[in-house]
């Protein structure tokens, strides 16, 4: 026996009132935005009647001046805004007023194609930026007549934001919408011209048509309260949006201090409108100094990102990488995936594709300044080198661009100055080289007169000098740069292939036999402190240097990681000694054990102190070298 399957389709029960206390009280964070969502909503239906009136003119009824206007009554606390545009019939304050997230944008838009929708600057997608009202008014209404319909045809839509609305037929005159808000008690700040003027100049400045708001007029005594008069409030023109032709350096300038709220101008900019595939306006600029919180990875940071024109975030982090987080700057783009309320990016593959092609465009930016304003480079490299320095170990993709931006002190130079670029230090190589040698320290005056440096000298090499606390980390992500491979001087047993003739690895090879039975006497005295000992062939002058491990963390790294509380692994040196030195031929000839010991160990704290290493025990150091300055002077 079978049983037969009752199956049926439901729609689910919606609670419209707790529906729409969610959303008035959840979905935006800050209360002024209702203002940027209602001017957007009557921009998109001045773009409306834009289109329609392209082939139906009669539309416009004799008024082609298309603005919104903002005004406001203190006594009665209420704000009203009104637009000349398309305006609603009844069954559309029906369909989008009382049905929530109807967006008539997104219809509207789904019923354009191709240059149309480029040109649009429609901005609304979702349908809810009207019921923001709610969050700062306890009752909202709605005058409005579509364009075209008879002037008995208008209509009034009232709602307490409760999940009912009232609506009845009127008689307008004028095409479009007007909105009054009836504020709340606590929110009357906003029936203010003052405080609406500032939040129309911060969201929506850049609307491409004029927002009014009353002139404020004192009535002189006496006098009849002078005839209404109105002022254009916003800019009306996206700097951005503008051809590169048509707007003048010193406009740029002026924006720039606008946006990163600077007194100086900037260093550079880079302006560029991107059309095909994916569609965007961006503006970045690279500021002539470093604000004071640079270094604070968690300060807030990021461009100003505008929606057809509507500014949406101040701090827009998707699209930059964190090297690069001093740059200021717009990005305009009608393709992103916001959330509702507008202040949250998704996470999309269409960010991935504008973030990789601003970091190419401010990197492209950074190369001309080096290449036409040397001078200019070298104040950005002060202000901003060392965040740079984060760059190749947190974006691959563009390693060797950053590195041709780096900037390093060398020993060609005597101030220590970080001028020296990779190209330049490559162009000056002896013939024959084919490593890029660099040394790392605390201080310019420590690496500056390094033991390490002395066969370079001899020899004519520059040697790269990185002093800054970042340097060994950066040099670790940094490989290798125009098929040249980094050295570091100071690591491992060096190297200068083919910058040593033969005749001079025969000789040192000889000179390392010879010296066999001394290099086991010192391992023997020195014991645990090192992890090899061997005759060096990059000493000219010094007696002896301590060299790192190939494998083993540098100072620097030691320090870092040390200060920051983790445990460092234990790791030992490597004892080069110059052969050539008398103090090693002196030690050589020492019969007393116990006197090797001692000035084996004292040679061994000296290398750790001219390598500007801190003495494991200070104390015997002394104790030792006061013993054999008594023996000395006797």
Known sequence: MSVETQKETLGFQTEVKQLLHLMIHSLYSNKEIFLRELISNASDAVDKLRFEALSKPELLEGG???????????????????????????????????????????????????????????????????????????????????????????????????????????????????????????????????????????????????????????????????????????????????????????????????????????????????????????????????????????????????????????????????????????????DLSLNVSREILQKDPIIDSMKSALTKRVLDMLEKLAKNEPEQYKGFWKNFGQVMKEGPAEDFANKEKIAGLLRFASTQGDDGEQIVSLAEYLARAKEGQDKIYYLTGETYAQVKNSPHLEVFRKKGIEVLLLTDRIDEWLMSYLSEFDGKTFVDVARGDLDLGNLDSEEEKKEAEEVAKAKEGLVERIKTALGDAVSEVRVSHRLTDSPAILAIGEQDLGMQMRQILEASGQKVPDSKPIFEFNPAHPLIEKLDGEQSEERFGDLSHILFDQAALAAGDSLKDPAAYVRRLNKLLVELSV
């Open 64 to 334: 082609a001046e298309l603005k919104i206007r903002v005004s406001f009554d203190k006594d009665a606390k209420t704000v009203t805004l009104e637009d000349n545009g398309i305006g609603m019939s009844r069954e559309d304050a029906i369909t989008h007023l009382g049905t929530i997230a109807k967006s008539g944008t997104a219809d509207f838009m789904k019923n354009l194609s191709g240059d149309q929708k480029k040109d649009s600057h429609l901005i609304g997608q979702f349908g809810v930026g009207f019921y923001s009202a709610f969050i700062v008014a306890d009752k909202v209404e709605v005058f409005s007549r579509r364009a075209g319909l008879d002037a008995s045809e208008g209509v009034h839509w009232a709602s307490k934001g409760e999940g009912e609305f009232e609506i009845a037929t009127i008689d307008k005159a004028d095409r479009g919408t007007r909105i009054v808000l009836h504020l709340k008690a606590a929110e009357d700040e906003f029936a203010d011209g003052y405080r609406l003027r500032n939040i129309i100049k911060k969201y929506s400045d850049h609307i491409a048509l004029p927002i009014e708001l009353p002139k404020e007029q004192a009535a002189v005594e006496g006098e009849e309260k002078p005839a209404q008069e109105w002022e254009v409030v916003n800019r009306a023109s996206a700097l951005w949006t503008r051809p590169r032709t048509e707007v003048k350096d010193e406009e740029y300038q002026e924006f720039y201090k606008h946006i990163a709220h600077d007194y100086e101008n900037p260093l550079s900019w880079s302006h560029n409108k991107v059309e095909g595939k994916l569609e965007y306006s961006s503006l970045l600029y690279v500021p002539a100094h470093a604000p004071f919180d640079l270094y604070q990875r968690e300060a807030p940071k990021g461009l100003k990102l505008y929606v057809q024109r509507v500014f949406v975030m101040d701090q827009a982090e998707s699209f930059l990488p964190l090297y690069l987080r001093f740059i200021k700057g717009v990005v305009d783009s009608n």
